[in-house]
């Protein structure tokens, strides 16, 4: 009976779940094996019509899942257990199977062969996001909101350079997993301590051969597993995304509070209940779920980097961590993904009240601007950051908006002409180099979708 969500399947998608099924995993153990003894073949060490057979029979068609079990009942040893159960069905041929070879040479090497098929899955959903997140930054450049800091409103932004920072942030993360891959597809076949002393001498072109057989690259050196440096640098990238999902999504929570109300997530009004007791109540669920996931997947990076350290050459207190971490983290990141996709899909933005909100201070967030146009006009920055201090403070005591405060105050009357004052007062005039800003960050992240050869 399923108990964890992602067993169930509520956190998780049918894709990546697949990968990491048992069942999967035992195909993956299989083609290691059979990889190796066509290496063996190859250099003369197997008769290559016994590597034909166990070739065709290392597959879950002949190799049962629940004989493997049955097997692992009596000996207590998974692998011994895959490597008897492949035996009995290759018809006498089964002598080389596992030779000169270590249990983590099976499972290390399948490892791999699971990591490059997840992030297969989870490169595809990053480069959607990365497109719609491109797509929110052009559309919305020119639409105005309040920026904030220390959630106090600061200063005039556009929605477009909030999503084009997030843009680029997916940027950086699809680059990583793509640097990264050259440390961590790799697997191995060295035996018991790293030495290869049960291949013999032709131990290193043997693995050469049965890597390039899987499409892995061989490690370079090792003890008897492969190091974990390796697995921790992929599951602490992984980590990176998924705080960067749970950053967006708290944004998301933040606007769409009942008295900010800028954007939304989709709410299907005909089905769809947002309190059990309070009917009228409209949340932000999926964005509180992803941030939710987002703890418990920098909690996982943790475990890859106390597996780092093995004593001596190996021990064994990676391997019952590793069978939580790795199929976890990989099925929650790429759950948290559809999510963010899915959000983004159907994402609601209020610019009328963005506009709204950037009024709430009757003009007070234009200080900064104010200050700089009495600069312009001969006071010193500081002199000038006193007096708009002064007012801006007045207009907040007495409640009134702040060109009023202005206009009536003699000193800025003197410096600054009723044109001046509505110039530095309109939040479109004080955006800088924002639209620029976006435009390149989009023009950057279309020259490397088209290295990707993807459409942008």
């Known amino acids: 009976m399923p108990i964890l969500p992602i067993d169930t399947g509520r956190y998780?998608?049918?894709?990546?779940?697949?990968?990491?099924?048992?069942?999967?995993?035992?195909?993956?153990?299989?083609?290691?094996?059979?990889?190796?003894?066509?290496?063996?073949?190859?250099?003369?060490?197997?008769?290559?019509?016994?590597?034909?057979?166990?070739?065709?029979?290392?597959?879950?068609?002949?190799?049962?899942?629940?004989?493997?079990?049955?097997?692992?009942?009596?000996?207590?040893?998974?692998?011994?257990?895959?490597?008897?159960?492949?035996?009995?069905?290759?018809?006498?041929?089964?002598?080389?199977?596992?030779?000169g070879a270590t249990s983590s040479d099976m499972l290390d090497t399948a490892t791999?062969?699971?990591?490059?098929?997840?992030?297969?899955?989870?490169?595809?959903?990053?480069?959607?996001?990365?497109?719609?997140?491109?797509?929110?930054?052009?559309?919305?450049?020119?639409?105005?909101?309040?920026?904030?800091?220390?959630?106090?409103?600061?200063?005039?932004?556009?929605?477009?350079?909030?999503?084009?920072?997030?843009?680029?942030?997916?940027?950086?993360?699809?680059?990583?997993?793509e640097q990264c891959k050259e440390r961590v597809l790799v697997g191995k076949v060295t035996g018991a301590v790293g030495t290869q002393a049960g291949l013999g001498p032709k131990g290193l072109q043997i693995q050469k051969l049965a890597m390039k057989k899987l499409n892995l690259k061989p490690v370079e050196v090792s003890t008897q597993v492969i190091q974990r440096d390796r697995h921790a640098e992929l599951m602490l990238n992984l980590a990176l995304i998924a705080s960067s999902l749970g950053k967006f999504a708290e944004e998301i929570r933040l606007l769409q509070r009942t008295e900010v109300g800028e954007i939304s997530e989709f709410f299907d009004v005909k089905r769809q209940v947002g309190s059990s007791t309070m009917p009228h109540k409209v949340n932000p669920i999926t964005s509180e779920r992803i941030c939710g996931i987002a703890k418990l997947m920098r909690s996982l990076s943790l475990v890859a980097l106390e597996n780092i350290p093995s004593w001596h050459e190996r021990d064994l207190t990676n391997?019952?961590?590793?069978?939580?971490?790795?199929?976890?983290?990989?099925?929650?990141?790429?759950?948290?993904?559809?999510?963010?996709?899915?959000?983004?899909?159907?994402?609601?933005?209020?610019?009328?009240?963005?506009?709204?909100?950037?009024?709430a201070t009757k003009g007070r967030v234009m200080s900064e601007s104010v200050m700089l146009s009495l600069t312009r006009k001969g006071l010193t920055r500081q002199e000038a950051h006193n007096a708009v201090r002064s007012l801006a403070l007045k207009s907040l005591k007495e409640g009134k908006d702040f060109q009023e405060i202005l206009r009536k105050d003699k000193n800025a009357r003197k410096l600054l002409t009723a044109g001046d004052l509505n110039r530095a007062l309109d939040p479109r005039s004080y955006l800088g180099t924002t639209i620029k800003q976006i435009e390149a960050a989009i023009k950057q992240t279309r020259i490397e979708r088209s290295r990707r050869k993807l459409a942008s």
Request: aromatic share 8%; hydrophobic share 45%; glycine share 4%.
């Open 319 to 359: 391997s019952s961590a590793e069978r939580f971490l790795f199929p976890c983290t990989f099925i929650l990141l790429d759950y948290m993904l559809a999510l963010m996709n899915k959000i983004f899909s159907r994402l609601k933005v209020n610019k009328e009240q963005m506009a709204e909100n950037l009024r």
């Open 112 to 177: 791999a062969l699971q990591f490059k098929e997840a992030l297969t899955v989870i490169e595809a959903k990053l480069n959607r996001l990365e497109a719609q997140l491109m797509s929110f930054s052009n559309r919305y450049k020119r639409t105005i909101m309040i920026g904030r800091t220390h959630g106090q409103h600061a200063l005039p932004i556009t929605f477009g350079l909030k999503t084009a920072v997030w843009m680029r942030e997916i940027s950086r993360h699809i680059q990583r997993l």
């Open 12 to 99: 998780a998608t049918p894709e990546m779940n697949k990968i990491f099924e048992e069942e999967a995993r035992l195909q993956k153990l299989l083609d290691v094996e059979a990889a190796l003894v066509w290496a063996l073949a190859e250099v003369g060490i197997c008769p290559r019509k016994d590597a034909e057979i166990i070739a065709k029979k290392a597959s879950t068609r002949y190799v049962k899942l629940k004989r493997v079990e049955e097997i692992e009942k009596a000996t207590n040893h998974d692998i011994m257990a895959m490597v008897n159960a492949l035996s009995e069905v290759c018809e006498g041929a089964g002598s080389y199977i596992h030779y």
